[in-house]
C-alpha cells in the first residue's frame, strides 16, 4: 500500500509492530472526520459510533501493549 | 442511481481504472470544469464500517492522487444521482477551486506523539497527585507542540495539531507538505525524535490531504 509508508524514527522498531494500528487510527481519524462532507446531515449510526470507538480502544490498547513490552530494553543514553 | 463519491478533482483528471465500495467500478462524473471521483451504489445504501470498506475509499482516492491534485471526500458520502454530483460541482466550484488550489502538489502526513514512559493514566494515588500529573502532562505537550510547528514549519505549508484523550497517544498533527519536501519531513521528523527523550514520534502518510480541505477551516 503506497500510503502506508511508516515512521522517520531512528527509534522506529519501538513501534514496528504497531504501525499497521497506528496507520488504521489515522485512517479512521481521516476518513471519518476529515474530508469534503456533501450531505451536511450525515451522521453514523449510533451503534456504528460504537464501532468505530471499540475499534479504536482495541487498537490503542494494542499499540499500548507493544509499547510496554519494548519499553524495557530501550534507553535513550544507550540506543 | 445513486453514487459513492471518493474525491473531488479536477476537470482533466483521468481516474486509474479501479473498483470502489461494492465492487464497482470508478469513475469522474465532470461538471463547471471539475470532477468527482464516484461509483454506482445501486442500493444507494450505506457502506459497512469495516476496515476493508475503510481502506477500499483510501485506495480509490490514493489511485487518483498518483497522477492529480484531489480532495478527499469524507467516507460513505452517497448522492441520489450523477445530476445531484454535477449541482452539487456547479454550487460549490469555488470553494474546491480554492481548496485544490491550496492543497496543489502536496499530501498530508501525520505526526503522534507518544509518551515514552508510563503516564500517569492508571490509578492515581491521590487526587492532588493526579492533578500535578496532568499539569505536568499538559504543560510537556504544549512544549512539544511548540516543537513540533517550529521544527517542521520549514518543511510543511500547513499544520494541524490537537491534544487526543487515548492513553497511548498525546499529541495528533496534521501536516501539508509538498510531495518534493516528504522525505526532508519525515528526516526532521526523525531527528526531533532522536532529540526528545520522553517521547517517540510515529510518522504515517503520504494521505490525502484530509485534513486541509474543509473551507471552514481554510486559513486557520
Same mark, same amino acid.
Given at each position: ?40 446531515? +450525515? ?5 456504528? +459510533? ?23 530494553? +530501550? ?5 | ?22 465492487? &464497482? ?76 488550489? #491550496? ?59 490537537? #491534544?487526543?484523550? &487515548? ?46 480541505? &474543509? ?6
Amino acid at each position: 500500500m503506497s500510503s502506508v509508508a511508516v515512521v522517520a524514527s531512528p527509534r522506529a522498531e519501538v513501534l514496528r509492530h504497531s504501525a499497521r494500528d497506528v496507520t488504521l487510527i489515522d485512517l479512521l481519524d481521516r476518513l471519518l472526520q476529515g474530508g469534503i462532507v456533501v450531505q451536511g446531515d +450525515i451522521t453514523l449510526a449510533v451503534a456504528d +459510533i460504537d464501532l468505530v470507538d471499540l475499534s479504536l480502544r482495541l487498537i490503542v490498547g494494542a499499540v499500548d501493549a507493544v509499547g510496554r513490552d519494548l519499553r524495557g530494553p +530501550i534507553h535513550p543514553e544507550g540506543g | 442511481m445513486a453514487v459513492s463519491l471518493y474525491a473531488i478533482c479536477g476537470g482533466e483528471a483521468q481516474p486509474h481504472p479501479g473498483i470502489g465500495l461494492g465492487g &464497482q467500478t470508478l469513475r469522474v462524473i465532470r461538471s463547471a470544469g471539475l470532477g468527482a471521483l464516484v461509483s454506482d451504489n445501486p442500493a444507494a445504501s450505506r457502506p459497512g464500517l469495516g476496515e476493508a470498506e475503510l481502506w477500499q475509499h483510501e485506495r480509490a482516492i490514493e489511485e487518483l492522487m498518483a497522477a492529480n491534485d484531489v480532495l478527499p471526500v469524507r467516507f460513505g458520502e452517497t448522492l441520489e444521482s450523477e445530476s445531484a454530483v454535477r449541482a452539487m460541482l456547479e454550487s460549490r466550484r469555488e470553494e474546491f477551486e480554492a481548496a485544490l488550489r #491550496r492543497i496543489a502538489g502536496a499530501c498530508e502526513l501525520s505526526v503522534r506523539a507518544a509518551w515514552r514512559e508510563d503516564t500517569p493514566t492508571g490509578a492515581p494515588q491521590s487526587g492532588t497527585s493526579y492533578l500535578a500529573a496532568r499539569a505536568d502532562a499538559e504543560s510537556r505537550a504544549e512544549a512539544l507542540a511548540r516543537q513540533l510547528q517550529r521544527r517542521l514549519a520549514p518543511f510543511s505549508r500547513a499544520s494541524r495539531l490537537r #491534544r487526543v484523550p &487515548q492513553p497511548s497517544f498525546t499529541l495528533a498533527c496534521a501536516f501539508l507538505v509538498a510531495r518534493s519536501m516528504v522525505s526532508g519531513f519525515m528526516a526532521e521528523v526523525g531527528r526531533v525524535d532522536s532529540e526528545v527523550s520522553d517521547t517517540t514520534l510515529v510518522c504515517t502518510g503520504p494521505w490525502p490531504p484530509y485534513s486541509f480541505v &474543509q473551507s471552514d477551516r481554510a486559513h486557520a
